[in-house]
Every structure is written in structure tokens, then in C-alpha cells.
């Protein structure tokens, strides 16, 4: 059986995953906010602009290394910070 490759991106045509699947699968692997197209793409190398697809800049390259970066990082705090964030965090939610 035939299969297809397909493309899942947002809205801003950041590209969320790719894969391939069987022609009656392909309507069901996007989920709510997300947008499908058939095609191959590399998530590092490219982007979708009114449904094609396209390479990103070197500094859209950077950002993604930035922001990849960003998420893997580990906040240690003592107690004492920790009782003082959540206390700012109160003072926040207070109306």
C-alpha cells in the first residue's frame, strides 16, 4: 500500500513533525490548532509560508537554537528563594 508524507505546522508555519502514513490515515494526524500538508520537510531547515515550503533565515536558525536552549535549562533554588517566589507569586494573584 501507497503511502504519503505529510507535514504538520502551526499557524506561524513553524513545522511540528513530519512523517508518513497510509492515504485513510492522513485526514486524523493533525490536532486542533495544527495544520497539515502533504510534502517532506526538515523541521531545522524550513518553514511553511502560504503553504509552501520554504528555507529559514540563519537568524530564524538561531532563534530556534536559542529557544531549544532556553527550555533545556535547570533552575536550582535554595528554600529561602523558593519561599520568596511563591510569596511574589500570592502578591500576584491577589486582586
Request: aromatic letters at 8%; charged letters at 35%; glycine letters at 6%.
Amino acid at each position: 500500500m501507497s503511502k504519503k508524507n505529510y507535514i504538520i505546522f502551526n499557524e506561524e508555519g513553524k513545522i511540528l513533525r513530519t512523517g508518513y502514513c497510509t492515504p485513510h490515515l492522513y485526514d486524523i494526524q493533525a490536532q486542533d490548532g495544527e495544520y497539515i500538508m502533504e510534502g517532506k520537510a526538515n523541521d531545522l531547515e524550513d518553514k511553511i509560508v502560504d503553504g509552501w515550503i520554504e528555507k529559514k533565515t540563519q537568524a530564524e536558525k538561531d532563534v530556534d537554537k536559542i529557544d531549544e536552549h532556553i527550555r533545556e535549562q535547570v533552575v536550582v533554588l535554595t528554600v529561602p528563594q523558593y519561599q520568596d517566589l511563591l510569596s511574589r507569586l500570592e502578591q500576584l494573584e491577589k486582586p
